[in-house]
């Protein structure tokens, strides 16, 4: 099974429900902010969830895409990131250390860190992982009450998604946004404009970006020994040289001396 | 001791006493106390200097280890341990450095547990560590030299070590190039963030092969270090020789930077005047083009002078490369910026002198440059502080200059720390503004209500303020709060000196049910009305238990006609509580009403008037749950009932 999200931009009224009961199920209290740390979209270390507004009132859901191949779970270097094999991507906040490489990495800028903590963590949305297990939808998809948010199965709802593009083609863009991005997002987006600006490039390959990194990683062990054979190579060669230029000169020094 | 060591060796203790200052605040109130850090900046200074920068810069060691044991070039034998000891030292310095960027410092060891071996962070981590234990070893000799350890106990580990010197050797070349190459990896990931000018799909050769150059160039500004300040030889002829193998292999490099942007085809990326193009050739050309020229003459490399600024410039210019690619090029939110904070400086700057106090003492103590003859007699420094105070030997004279250094260093710092940890950004208030308004006096209970002026009428003007500093206006009649709370008496009611940031209160501290859910209830009645002191126990009967909400007696058990009836106000069961709240009524007021309007009507009103943004005029705010009704609307008049009170 692989849960997942449809947020149906058209029909978004932006009136918070979603970010409101997001809030109350993950306790996360009121947000907090630093000086001269203005919300970029508003997602927070006490926001897992936040609507844009857009000038042209489009109101557009911001919240962890839980890839299907995720850049932060091949980043954390002790797996404290995970994609559950029900379809969330969640964090083990005991494995932890804090490097923030997963805020490097996710192509959405999702994860958040909680900066004004002396043991912080890093926060973001789990697609409430307990819910889902407990076989109800997430805290969101629950309050939202015009239905812009669908939980299901992802084929299932990619399924509904190019149905409603079929059904009114002027309605929407032709693209179910997640679909392929990165190797494909649990979280799907039908929208009348082009949801580009919510990644950190407006034009996200097909490739996942895991597969980027192991490129080079899967030559270590053969970097490794070659680079151990050759040094040793080398050392062998020039070592036994040496020896031998000294026995030479021991010989060499040797039949001088028999010549006298 | 000469006397620029002296000198020396006082800046960089004030500068580790800076950094000890700062460590308190640090590790007392986090990241955010002391650091510019952000979630758009994730990784700063202290990743991009310390870290990525520190292990390039401490690249001497395997290079200059490879060249004189594997290579059996014997000449260069003098720079290598003060090499390793340097990269020792620098990789303890990245730890350190670590220690003060990890959110968690106390969970640095989880690598070594808890392994991933998709991430590249695992693979430098793992290599970072076996590389420090492999550093440790290859210097061991060295401090088991001294004559301190003379034991034979000693002289046995001494010997072993030794005959497996080579394997250690061989292992720090493949570790250095494994973990040299994936800093460059850590980016592969972010295709989308780093500039195209940086980011390339062989960044790791990149890095490798620009740490090999900056290997050797910081041997030849480590050995001119040496000359100044300690006196020791220069081997020229060497250092030459370092700068044409530099300079080869920044050629190769710069052969690398532009080979990779002509086959993916941005090179006019790198010619379209903007600033990372500026930055671009600016950065390679001070790191790679210039020194590399400079070295390949002769006459200039064999100058000390050359082959010295030469090096300059490529450390320098390599450090740039490094935080050019973890932070200058590295994309942010459009609008948000990057610089550390002097606090982030600071720590760099004190880890730095720290090792370099450390570097200092083993020099002085061990037989870290072979040419231990070198040393010159030690000098008496002109100004002598031992003199000051007779009383204290004078061999104290030094150590105690050191700790006024580490303690004036510390003293300057605090002050300019924030020493109560992040300050949050007070919610903004609006100032309160004066506007005209139409009165309709209603006889019945002597309210006034108001609506703001849109057409002629009897007018007059009131008050809009913030009263809640949530960014929401409301008509405010001051004249009617002041006479209800007894007159020209009353001003200090709200309007008070005792609270040092509050200038005046909040509306909600005495509307108390404005946004609390239960707060219909009002306890000060309640222990009025059930006769003062004697009425606790009508409601806490239980005296075993701690008066709270949850042990006190069901309010429908008193108010059994009001509640146990539901009174008007129908709520969900999970949200039923002593009584409902003042949001929970108003959404249940209207919004069942227009929804049942526009069903009943659906031709005559418009499909929303039941949705949220219908009455809320929702925006970015600092608490969702205070959802005040929308702005500035004219024809509304406020605190009208008319509407409402056609349901009682």
């Not at chain 1, 709802?157 to 059904?167: D, F, M, P, Q, S």
């Not at chain 1, 679909?179 to 600006?197: H, K, N, R, W």
């Not at chain 2, 609008?335 to 083993?362: K, T």
């Not at chain 2, 009943?600 to 705010?621: G, I, K, M």
Request: glycine content about 8%.
């Amino acid at each position: 099974m692989s849960a997942a999200i449809l947020i149906d931009i058209t029909r978004c009224i932006g009136c918070e429900e979603c970010v409101l009961a997001c809030k109350e199920e993950n306790d996360l209290g009121p947000d907090r902010l630093r000086p001269g740390q203005q919300a970029v979209d508003g997602l927070s270390a006490t926001r897992f969830s936040t609507i844009l507004r857009l000038p042209d009132d489009h109101f557009v859901r911001q919240q962890c895409r839980h890839c299907l191949e995720p850049a932060c779970v091949s980043a954390c270097l002790v797996g404290a990131m995970r994609k559950t094999p029900e379809g969330p991507v969640i964090y083990d906040s005991d494995l932890c250390m804090g490097c923030r490489y997963c805020l490097v990495a996710c192509p959405y800028g999702i994860p958040r860190y909680q900066w004004d903590e002396s043991a912080p963590l890093v926060r973001k949305c789990t697609l409430c992982y307990s819910r889902i297990r407990e076989g109800k939808e997430p805290a969101c998809v629950e309050a939202c009450p015009e239905e812009a948010l669908l939980f299901g199965e992802r084929d299932d709802l990619l399924e509904e998604a190019h149905r409603r593009i079929a059904e009114n083609p002027g309605q929407y863009v032709d693209h179910v946004f997640g679909e392929t991005e990165v190797g494909g997002t649990s979280v799907l987006y039908l929208a009348d404009i082009s949801l580009g600006f919510l990644a950190w490039s407006e034009h996200l390959g097909e490739r996942d970006l895991p597969q980027l990194s192991w490129a080079s990683l899967k030559k270590v062990p053969g970097v490794a020994l070659g680079m151990g054979a050759l040094m040793g190579g080398i050392f062998w060669v020039i070592n036994r040289r040496m020896k031998l230029a000294a026995m030479e000169a021991d010989v060499s020094l040797a039949e001088n001396d028999s010549d006298v | 001791m000469s006397r620029r060591l002296t000198i020396l060796k006082s800046v960089l203790w004030t500068l580790v006493g800076v950094l000890a200052a700062v460590s308190v605040v640090r590790f007392l109130h986090g990241l955010g106390a002391v650091t510019h850090l952000s979630d758009a900046a994730p990784w700063g200074l202290w990743i991009g200097f310390d870290v990525m920068s520190g292990v390039a810069l401490a690249a001497g060691g395997f290079v200059l280890a490879g060249i004189v044991y594997i290579f059996g070039l014997e000449r260069y034998r003098p720079f290598v341990r003060a090499a390793i000891l340097t990269a020792l030292l620098g990789y303890v310095a990245v730890a350190v450095g670590l220690l003060y960027d990890l959110g968690l410092p106390w969970r640095i060891w989880h690598p070594v547990i808890h392994w991933q071996v998709h991430s590249v962070l695992f693979e430098v981590a793992a290599c970072v560590i076996l590389y420090l234990t492999v550093l440790t070893l290859e210097f061991l000799p060295v401090v088991l030299e001294h004559r301190l350890f003379s034991h034979r106990v000693f002289k046995t580990v001494l010997r072993a070590l030794k005959r497996v010197s080579i394997f250690l050797i061989i292992a720090g070349i493949i570790l250095s190039t494994l973990h040299q190459s994936s800093l460059g990896s850590l980016f592969l990931i972010t295709p989308y963030r780093l500039h195209p000018l940086w980011y390339s799909p062989i960044i790791y050769v990149q890095f490798f092969v620009s740490a090999v150059a900056l290997g050797l160039m910081t041997v030849v500004l480590e050995s001119l270090f040496s000359n100044y300040f300690l006196g020791h030889t220069l081997h020229r002829r060497e250092l030459s020789g370092l700068g044409l193998a530099a300079s080869i292999v920044l050629w190769a490099y710069v052969a690398l930077r532009f080979g990779d942007l002509v086959v993916r085809g941005v090179l006019p990326t790198a010619l379209d005047g903007s600033w990372q193009s500026w930055l671009f050739i600016f950065e390679l050309g001070v790191s790679a083009v210039i020194p590399a020229t400079l070295m390949l003459i002769k006459p200039i490399r064999s100058q000390i002078a050359g082959v010295g600024t030469a090096a300059f410039l490529v450390v320098g210019g390599m450090v740039l490369h490094r935080l050019d690619v973890s932070i200058v090029a590295f994309a942010r939110p459009e609008g948000i910026g990057y610089f550390p904070s002097w606090e982030e400086f600071a720590v760099s700057v004190g880890i730095v002198a720290g090792g370099i106090l450390i570097f200092l003492f083993f020099v002085e103590h061990l037989n870290v440059f072979d040419d231990v003859k070198g040393h010159p007699a030690p000098e008496q420094p002109s100004y002598d502080p031992a003199t000051l105070h007779p009383l204290l030997p004078k061999r104290f004279a030094l150590p105690r200059m050191y700790s006024l250094g580490f303690l004036l260093g510390a003293a300057v710092a605090l002050p300019f720390l924030p020493l109560g940890g992040v300050e949050h950004v007070p919610v903004p208030v609006q100032g309160p503004r004066s506007v005209q308004v139409i009165i309709q006096d209603r006889g019945e209970n002597e309210t006034r209500h108001f609506a703001l002026a849109t057409a002629p009428g009897e007018t007059t003007r009131m008050l809009m303020i913030d009263g809640n500093r949530d960014g929401d206006l409301v008509l405010f009649d001051h004249d009617n709060h002041a006479e209800r709370l007894n007159g020209d008496a009353s001003c200090e009611t709200c309007h008070h000196l005792t609270k040092p940031f509050d200038t005046n209160t909040s509306c909600s501290e005495c509307h108390r049910d404005m946004y609390d859910e239960r707060s219909v209830f009002d306890h000060d009645i309640h222990v009025m009305r059930l006769g003062e002191d004697g009425g606790c126990v009508e409601c806490h009967s239980d005296g075993s238990t701690v008066k709270s909400y949850d042990t006190v007696t069901e309010c429908s058990e008193c108010h059994r006609a009001e509640i146990a009836g539901k009174a008007f106000i129908e709520t969900p069961p999970e949200r039923w509580g002593p009584a409902v709240g003042y949001m929970d009524a108003m959404h249940t007021l209207c919004v069942d009403c227009h929804l049942a309007e526009v069903l009943a009507r659906p031709e005559q009103l418009p499909e929303s008037l039941n949705r949220c943004t219908t009455c809320h005029d929702v925006d970015w705010r600092e608490d969702v749950r205070r959802m005040a009704p929308k702005r500035e609307r004219p024809q509304r008049v406020a605190g009208d009932t008319k509407s409402s009170g056609s349901r009682q």
